[in-house]
């Protein structure tokens, strides 16, 4: 059974830091990308961020380009999103996805999220 | 950046009832990489579709999609208690990949 379980969310002011994991089971970590997609209170899903694979192609929104960063532990089939020069708008909660292809590919399973708040 | 936007904003459909869900891109979604998500509130996203017209595993057969190009659809039929949610496209073909901004099924 495939399992993503988010962690590292919390609140942090505005300026900080964070950053999240999320530890993944249930299939072979090192052949699909991963990526992390973000809910505002009240919005609708915003994409943030995906890696393929073999972690050496990354894409980010425009929002958060220069400030996050997306990377992986193949060893440890774990996910990772560094997150700096917070903002209030980055206030969310974030999920991670297994996609179904090495780079290119819909986002087939999810995790339950983990709560950013970056208070004004 | 393809801007992807959904249409109707709300459906208020009734249990049995069926309807379309459309999502228009401002582009051409490269190689028609368009999926479908269901999402209800405090859980995880859920693919329906990919590949504009392809169903994930596990999904019923009640969902469909199609289109390609800009225009796309997602079919629900016999819409089942648990179907009542909001759903989003997503345009997975190009950087930065970006979702609609939703159509919220409710129980009319």
């Known amino acids: 059974e495939v399992q993503l379980l988010e962690s590292g969310g919390g609140l942090v002011q505005p300026g900080g830091s964070l950053r999240l994991s999320c530890a993944t089971s249930g299939f072979t970590f090192t052949t699909y990308a991963m990526t992390w997609v973000r809910q505002a209170p009240g919005k609708g899903l915003e994409w943030v961020s995906v890696?393929?694979?073999?972690?050496?192609?990354?894409y980010y929104a425009d929002s958060v380009k220069g400030r996050f960063t997306i990377s992986r532990d193949n060893s440890k089939n774990t996910l990772y999103l560094q997150m700096n020069s917070l903002r209030v708008e980055d206030t969310a909660v974030y999920y991670c996805?297994?996609?179904?292809?090495?780079?290119?590919?819909?986002?087939?399973?999810w995790g339950q999220g983990t709560l950013v708040t970056v208070p004004s | 950046e393809i801007v992807l936007t959904q249409s109707p904003g709300t459906l208020s459909l009734s249990p049995g009832e069926g309807d379309t869900l459309s999502c228009r891109a401002s582009?051409?979604?490269?190689?028609?990489?368009l999926a479908w998500y269901q999402h209800k509130s405090g859980q995880a996203p859920r693919l329906l579709i990919y590949?504009?017209?392809s169903r994930a595993p596990g999904i019923p057969d009640r969902f469909s999609g199609s289109g390609s190009g800009t225009d796309f659809t997602l079919t629900i039929n016999r819409l089942e208690p648990e179907d009542f949610a909001v759903y989003y496209c997503q345009q997975y073909g190009s950087s930065p990949r970006t979702f609609g901004q939703g159509t919220k099924v409710e129980i009319k």
């Open positions: 582009q051409s979604v490269s190689n028609n990489y």
């Open positions: 590949g504009a017209s």
């Open positions: 996805a297994k996609d179904r292809e090495r780079l290119v590919g819909a986002s087939e399973y």
């Open positions: 890696i393929s694979a073999g972690g050496g192609t990354t």
